[in-house]
T-cell receptor, first 113, second 112 residues
Framework: DAGVTQSPTHLIKTRGQQVTLRCSPK?????VSWYQQALGQGPQFIFQ???????QRGNFPDRFSGHQFPNYSSELNVNALLLGDSALYLC????????????FGPGTRLTVL | DAKTTQPNSMESNEEEPVHLPCNHS???????IHWYRQLPSQGPEYVIH???SNVNNRMASLAIAEDRKSSTLILHRATLRDAAVYYC?????????????FGKGTHLIIQP
């Protein structure tokens, strides 16, 4: 049973560019959450997708957007990249109820130059 | 989610038990206590969770204070593979749409 997969593993972009990160959830999971983890910090919640809709959003600007496909996979898009967007981006999948475990992927390391 | 407080780092020896504390004095009656850990260069992974009673699984035990204002994650026999950052997180039972609120966690160092 494949776990959560993310692509690409690493990515280098320059300021002002746009980036798309991809996530495939664990088999049987229909809910995908995205997190940003800066160096030395805990992950910060960006948003969650369920039934192809954004269900909840953390404190992130509109430059961060997402999408969920009918097969439950998801994309995270970041526009107008800033140096401060350099981080590890983590995807987690789960079932939609309150106490269900979130299963994390290995992350995508984004570097903005 | 209510706030939790953990020590920045702890050190232990291999094959000895490890007790990782977490304070959550403002916990509500519907908050579950979750523990995740993050091994180097990996995403976080679930360890254990509980509401009121102590819990055991193959990875660890969770001891919850009677007033629920603190809890302790217990690794019964630490190995070098247990070196990681451990996060204590409160999650409301109705918070399905809410992301996990991570603090800085406790960096556990295991000495051989």
């Amino acid at each position: 049973d494949a776990g959560v997969t993310q692509s690409p593993t690493h990515l280098i972009k320059t300021r002002g560019q746009q980036v798309t990160l991809r996530c495939s959830p664990k088999s049987g999971h229909d809910t995908v959450s995205w997190y940003q983890q800066a160096l030395g910090q805990g992950p910060q919640f960006i948003f969650q997708y369920y039934e192809e809709e954004e269900r909840q959003r953390g404190n992130f600007p509109d430059r961060f957007s997402g999408h969920q496909f009918p097969n439950y996979s998801s994309e995270l898009n970041v526009n107008a990249l800033l140096l401060g967007d350099s981080a590890l981006y983590l995807c987690a999948s789960s079932l939609p109820t309150g106490t269900d475990t979130q299963y994390f992927g290995p992350g995508t390391r984004l570097t903005v130059l | 989610d209510a706030k939790t407080t953990q020590p920045n780092s702890m050190e232990s020896n291999e094959e000895e038990p490890v007790h990782l504390p977490c304070n959550h004095s403002t916990i509500s009656g519907t908050d579950y206590i979750h523990w995740y850990r993050q091994l180097p260069s990996q995403g976080p992974e679930y360890v254990i969770h509980g509401l009121t009673s102590n819990v055991n699984n193959r990875m660890a035990s969770l001891a919850i204070a009677e007033d629920r204002k603190s809890s302790t994650l217990i690794l019964h026999r630490a190995t070098l593979r247990d070196a990681a950052v451990y996060y204590c997180i409160l999650r409301d039972v109705g918070g399905g749409a809410d992301g996990l609120t991570f603090g800085k966690g406790t960096h556990l160092i295991i000495q051989p």
